[in-house]
């Protein structure tokens, strides 16, 4: 195995150490599947666009959607949920949508955009980021929970990382959720890279 492999198998390694400390799959109730028609209206019919909602949903909602949209898919899709903390939840008013390859997806760079713009606009403004992995060998092995890959965590620390992100999600303001579907499951992801922590630990002494 080249040194190049062994590094990434190395990381991938720690990526499924972190998922032990991320939440168990969230358990949904019949009423969130009032997103599932929403949602899929939105990803089949508009791709690298913000579609407007005619009636906001609520978090869980929204996720039910993604998973029955995205869960048997053999690509990966990213759907992007624009709105604001209520309570416990998220009010869901926008969606944008884009599809990729089997192993990997994308967003257009004027949505990425709207991230930032979105949560600039309100102390409550919010972002749900959904990301599915198609079924692959593990989950015939295994009947795995969601287990979010190293890509998956770094991108997630970027938008943790970011000042503005910081500041306000630590003043109790909206922030950048991230989920992961898989295998029938959906998952937050909410622990970075522990090599990468351990590393900046490391650095610091």
């Known amino acids: 195995m080249s040194s190049r492999l062994q590094d990434e198998f190395i990381r991938q390694m720690w990526s499924v150490g972190s998922s032990l400390f991320d ?35 609520n ?10 949209f995205a869960g048997n898919e053999p690509v990966e899709h990213l759907i992007v949920g624009f709105g604001a903390k209520v309570g416990r939840t998220t009010k869901v008013a ?42 692959n060998a593990l989950n015939v ?11 998956d965590r770094r991108t997630a620390l970027i938008h943790w990382l970011e000042p503005f992100n910081a500041i306000k999600s630590a003043a109790g303001g909206g922030r950048v959720l991230f989920y992961l579907g898989e295998n029938g499951y959906v998952r937050e992801i909410r622990t970075p890279q522990l090599l990468d922590a351990f590393n900046l630990l490391a650095r610091s002494k």
């Open 141 to 151: 092995l295994f009947d795995n929970v969601p287990w979010a890959s190293d890509a």
């Open 23 to 57: 939440p168990n799959p969230i358990s949904f109730k019949r009423a969130d599947e009032l997103g599932v028609a929403p949602v899929r209206d939105v990803c089949t019919g508009s791709r690298g666009t913000r579609y407007f909602l005619e009636t906001p949903l």
């Open 94 to 135: 926008s969606i944008a949508h884009a599809a990729g390859t089997a192993t990997s997806v994308r967003l257009d760079e004027a949505v990425r955009d709207e991230i930032g713009s979105h949560l600039k606009s309100d102390y409550r403004a919010e972002v749900i980021v959904f990301h599915n992995h198609p079924h």
């Open 59 to 68: 978090r869980n909602a929204f996720l039910v959607g993604c998973l029955d």
